[in-house]
């Protein structure tokens, strides 16, 4: 009997009319990098494994696709190494090749590798697939696409406005209304974590405090607990989880909170500059917010950062995201190169909008004129026909 066939987990077919409705969100999200500035460029789908390792936190390294070496893999793994079953050992020795997480530390590599031909600053604009190995649920897949557009080499807080500014502006073509752009900062984290005096444990504060809205107030402290933040810490943190998100509440519990953190009050005066010139531009169906808990846990990012939410009508996680990030092409021998950039989410973007109704209704109508012949030498002529219209 013939195998039933299947595809991984976490991977999809798409129709006829999936693609074009993809096609859609893609063309739209192009055309506005394009308006904007942003140059295209692609990257390969795999990368050197150690170009992704230790760039994404101990979390995003865990769910990396590695690439198995050709050949008998196995033939250059030492006896011990093999018996120890230690995966830490043996994966270097195995696997030398992954699938890109994500296409920010590609870009960054990129940028270092051809720094002689790009002229400075540089907006880049890719379209590309992604690949986690993450649990899959409701709009988390294993495979699916970022539409990413980042600036380098400018420290101008004006590219975090202009990035707000494409955002909304792609939201407003897709007719997508109620969405949310949350902002904070990581020197505000930063601040955060040496006033509870935490200071030593900022990337497990961080990591916790981004999984608020899955785990919950309580989820959070616990995993805080956890990781060594000392319950004195976790107390003096703890107003801060259920702090109102709006802009005048924030910035005031901020500056009471980080009023001995200059790191902090760098932080603050970032994002004052930033909502102002937003507000002065002005947005047309996107709200912006301060959202003191977002944390984004992508160890890369220095200043400030965003994160997209649907509609308050969709149960759906976010739908983009990005941030500042003053050094990634250090790690690639390039430095003192800051960058910034966002990235839309294109799955959960097609998901909300199928869920709103929101993809015009003749979009997967390809036939706009059809022939009818009723023999051999009619269909020759109708053939003839149809080659003028093409």
Known sequence: MAQKPSIPKGTRDFSPSQVAKRNYIFDIIKNRFQTFGFQPIETPSFENLDTLLGKYGEEGDRLIFKILNSGDFLNKVDQKTYEAKDSALLTPKITEKALRYDLTVPFARYVVMHQNEIDFPFKRYQIQPVWRA????????????????????????????????????????????????????????????????????????????????????????????????????????????????????????????????????????????????????????????????????????????????????????????????????????????SGVGISFGLDRIYLVLEELGLFPETIDRSVEVLFINFGERESLAALKLVSVLR
């Open 134 to 337: 993450d649990r899959p649920q409701k709009g988390r897949f294993r495979e699916f696409y970022q539409c990413d557009a980042d600036v380098v080499g400018s420290n101008s807080l004006l590219q975090e406005v202009e990035l707000i500014q494409l955002y909304d502006a792609v939201f407003s073509d897709l007719k997508l209304e109620g969405v949310v752009i949350k902002l904070n900062h990581r020197k505000i984290l930063s601040g955060i974590a040496e006033a509870i005096g935490a200071k030593e444990h900022l990337i497990a504060f961080t990591i916790a405090l981004d999984k608020l809205d899955k785990i919950g107030k309580e989820g959070v402290i616990n995993e805080m607990l956890q990781n060594g933040i000392s319950k004195a810490a976790v107390d003096k943190a703890t107003p801060l989880l259920a702090s109102s998100s709006s802009e005048k509440d924030s910035l005031k519990i901020l500056k009471d909170f980080l009023k001995g953190s200059d790191t902090g009050k760098k932080g603050i005066e970032e994002l004052e500059f930033i909502m102002q010139a937003v507000q002065e531009i002005g947005l047309k169906t996107t709200e912006l917010a301060i959202d003191i808990t977002l944390a984004r846990g992508l160890n890369y990012y220095t200043g400030a950062i965003l994160e997209v939410a649907a509609p308050p009508s969709v149960p759906m996680g976010s739908i983009g995201g990005g941030g500042r990030y003053d050094d990634l092409t250090g790690i690639f021998g390039l430095k003192d190169l």
